[in-house]
């Protein structure tokens, strides 16, 4: 992306105010930014609630629902020392990311945009380019997994047609959440629709949980811990991959309106998803103990009572979020290597002469470039696809459930 014109303030003195053009590679700026009392500010940029809430919904999703089968896995007390470490794991990756963002900005760089930008401050081009081809991989094919997730809990709601037709129409409902600009247009949706969401799942996996194990009352098995090394590293990987919002972060604090507010927004953000995906786990736990072991995620456990399509309506509506938060950077990143940020020559004689992106080439390009990335993606993914479409065997005790 590519920025308009911008102007610093010096506030030092109370009684005057000094305004100075900033150099001409920052002339074609977007948005406007501004120097208070040493700060950086960005005008038109995401206020820190919402950038929380941005950092807590790219959390979300597909690694809150495997915790709870990564649980029965290696027993309890492992379960619940890798929720913390892996926690505080997760905000220090984050918080090094943010400190790399301001030494570059030392170093001369006047705006970081997105992962990329700190390859390239640290190792040249070939450190972008390698950061690039990581990142975007893993971002899309997370993605993929978020649709064939919304597709197998769609089947949950409704059963009248197949997983993968339900995945098809997940695919072109989510479309044009890719045409959101920036992490701001993001924020109205995870702090309204994506909220909403968050609440709605927590109390429907929760409440359901502490039903089940009411009901089943002393009939459930639960295990303290295991000592197989292979299985604890394995709930690490799930663990971890339930904070997994590094790759977000670089872009979530550029479009912040104060991005030195950073730390303490994922320092609350950290702390909200804890407590989030505490509170599901230990319910899912209690209601189902081992026979999790069973199921490939809790949804598949719930029966279709009040709690259960409660739990199956909102996972919808947080997948979608997540899906949006995850595939913006390499949205952006598309434009970018295509010439198409904002304020670009080939941008403005794409756009369309209506009001916004859509019909636009601009858009059209996107999206096409988009379609060809996800069925790139799906080949890094696919070792994860193939576990998620065919688990690994059962245990016996599951064939008496």
Known sequence: MSWSPSR???????????????SSS????????????????????TPDFMAVFNVVMTAGGEGMLALTRATASVGYLPALILLIVCGAIGWLMVYLLYRCRVMAQHMGREFVLAYEDLGEAAFGKVGRTVVAVCLHISLIGTCCIVILLLGQ??????????????????????????????????GYVSNTFGVASVLM???????GGFVQAAKNYGNVDYELGVTQPLTIFAAYTTFSFAYAVTCGSTTVVHDMRTPTHAPKVFFYAF???????????????????????????????MQKNVWGYISFVSILGLCATHYALLLHPSCRAIEVLAGLEDGSPRAVSYEAKAEGNFGSKRATMRSLALIFLMLVALVGA?????QTINPA???EECSLL
């Open 393 to 395: 065997p059962a245990p």
């Open 8 to 22: 610093s303030v010096d506030t030092s003195s109370s009684s005057s105010t000094t305004e100075k053009p900033v």
């Open 26 to 45: 920052s002339s074609s700026s977007g948005e406007l930014s501004e120097k208070l009392s040493g700060e950086e500010v960005r005008v038109d940029g």
């Open 153 to 186: 809990n769609s089947y949950h709601i409704y059963d009248g047609i197949s997983v993968t037709w339900w995945v098809i129409i997940w695919a072109v409902i989510l479309l044009p959440l890719n045409w959101l600009k920036t992490m701001r247009e993001i």
């Open 382 to 386: 696919v070792w994860t696809l193939y």
């Open 201 to 207: 799942s927590v109390i429907g996996l929760s409440v």
């Open 271 to 301: 702390a909200t998803i804890i407590i989030q995906l505490g509170v599901v786990t230990a319910a899912a736990y209690l209601g189902w103990g081992q026979s999790l072991l069973c199921y490939g995620n809790v949804l598949d456990a």
